[in-house]
């Protein structure tokens, strides 16, 4: 038995920031600096009272309305997302309610951020060859926005909600092939949000500004840059020759490469370790910004639309993520 995505889909909040309004209120960034350095032109925002779940059951309707899948035969439901409506119950469980899905299903919440859809993906497959289910319903959905301080300029560039929704089934568009995944939580405080949890459940209110006006504060998303941005790149070799291996491939094999979309900076860096042609590394991140776990599956759905993406070929998807966690695969159209 194999593993397919059937079909998949995406959906973003109405609102919208865009550079010009970044840089009214950052007067030192300029709107041709922010999209030359991040590839950024506007991210979507969801609304004050819009959760991830609201954005990923947006996704999800999308999706059965542009297929002939019937929400009925749905029995499996995974929703990857840093960004619950609740502690508990889990988010999961109320997208089945509110989508009114089948009772005879499993419903989970996977916490992982930019390699979610990676680690989601290989979960469902793996549910579908154990033979726990025909179809699963795969979603993304991230609110970052919600963790971080107005005054960040950093994260607020970078940043955008959006969420996404996948079928894997027995048959389907896109043979899903091996993974390679791991985890090093040394790193896990170079992407957090320290308060909130169990480990230090009330606010800290410890807010204080770095000498450049940057906000630090354990009650809001913190991103050591650099530090990400070094893990990023010290294996990325080592993780594309591991999943080349594992699924019987070479990097000419490979037709499109289609990996987390974080910033044009750090695509830009990925293609020219990696001595990828410009035309096989594909980038969809100018209208969206970084959406976290969705990323990989809005660049498929983008990839596809302008017909950079058919049937017959082969493409190579990376991702690391906060924890520090990171996961690659092949996907076979």
């Known amino acids: 038995m194999k593993a397919y995505i059937k079909a998949i889909n995406y959906a973003l909040p109405e609102g919208v920031l ?8 950052f007067p030192e960034w300029t709107v041709e600096k922010i999209e030359k350095k991040l590839g950024i032109k506007q991210r979507h925002i969801t609304a004050e009272n819009e959760t991830a779940s609201d954005i990923a059951i947006k996704a999800a309707k999308q999706l059965f309305e542009s297929s002939d899948i019937n929400k009925g035969d749905i029995d499996y439901l995974i929703f990857v997302t840093q960004s619950p409506d609740y502690h508990l119950p889990t ?3 109320v997208i089945q309610h509110r989508m009114g899905l089948s009772h005879n299903l499993t419903s989970i919440d996977v916490n992982l951020g930019c390699n979610g859809f990676v680690v989601g993906l290989s979960l469902a497959k793996a549910v579908i060859l154990a033979g726990q289910a025909k179809n ?13 301080h107005e005054k960040d300029k950093s994260n607020r560039t970078i940043f955008g909600d959006g969420a996404s929704a996948t079928i894997v089934s027995t048959e389907g568009i896109a043979e899903i092939g091996e993974f390679v995944v791991g985890t090093d939580g040394e790193g896990a405080e170079n992407l957090i949000v320290k308060t909130g949890g169990a480990r230090h459940l009330k606010p800290a209110n410890d807010l204080e500004f770095d000498d450049f006006g940057n906000p630090r504060s354990s009650d809001n998303l913190y991103m050591d840059g650099p530090a990400i941005l070094n893990y990023s790149l010290e294996f990325l070799a080592k993780l594309v020759n591991d999943v080349l291996e594992k699924n019987g491939l070479t990097m000419d094999d490979i037709d499109l490469h289609v990996y987390h979309q974080a910033n044009i900076f750090l695509a830009n860096l990925e293609r020219k370790t990696l001595r990828i042609a410009p035309e096989k590394y594909y980038v969809s991140i100018e209208n969206t910004g970084n959406t976290v776990s969705s990323t990989i599956p809005i660049a498929l759905c983008e990839a596809m639309k302008e017909g950079k993406l058919t049937k017959g070929m082969k493409v190579l998807s990376i991702a690391q993520g906060l924890g520090y966690t990171w996961g690659g695969m092949v996907l076979r159209f």
Do not use: H, P
């Open 18 to 25: 865009t550079n010009e309004q970044v840089a009214a209120m």
């Open 136 to 148: 699963v319903l795969l979603l993304t959905g991230e609110t970052y926005s919600k963790y971080m």
């Open 91 to 93: 988010t999961a469980c």
